[in-house]
């Protein structure tokens, strides 16, 4: 069983900058892959970026590539999202989920594990 809290999340105006942290609980941090994802009102959970086990391969969607970047420390059993010249179209709850294997997945299907969600309003 693995718990996990975001943070991170806020208002910021287009162009700026957050950066979201997911901690999760237990020792087993490092055998999970893990992901962001987003979801906007009224649509479908989108795949945002995902992380394997030891940080040497990531994947990020095409629509957030060279603005957001994952990684994660294992010793603090947290994954973050490094968020970069964001946009308005960006605005969406972001959550992060981990996978009970140690490969990434791009589906929401492929994880077994949420967090609550934290908001993410990028203003134009």
């Known amino acids: 069983q693995v718990q996990l809290v975001e943070s991170g999340g806020g208002l910021v105006q287009a162009g700026g900058s957050l950066r979201l942290s997911c901690a999760a609980s237990?020792?087993?941090?490092?055998?999970?892959?893990m992901g962001w994802f987003r979801q906007a009102p009224g649509k479908e959970r989108k795949f945002v970026a995902a992380?394997?086990?030891?940080?040497?391969?990531?994947y990020h969607a095409d629509s957030v590539k060279g603005r957001f970047t994952i990684s994660r420390d294992n010793a603090k059993n947290t994954v973050y999202l490094q968020m970069n010249s964001l946009k308005p179209e960006d605005t969406a709850v972001y959550y992060c989920?981990?996978?009970?294997?140690?490969?990434?997945?791009?589906?929401?299907?492929?994880?077994?594990?949420w967090g609550q969600g934290t908001q993410v309003t990028v203003s134009s």
């Open positions: 992380i394997n086990w030891s940080g040497g391969i990531t």
């Open positions: 989920a981990a996978r009970s294997t140690v490969v990434a997945g791009t589906e929401p299907g492929q994880y077994d594990y």
């Open positions: 237990g020792r087993t941090f490092g055998s999970y892959a």
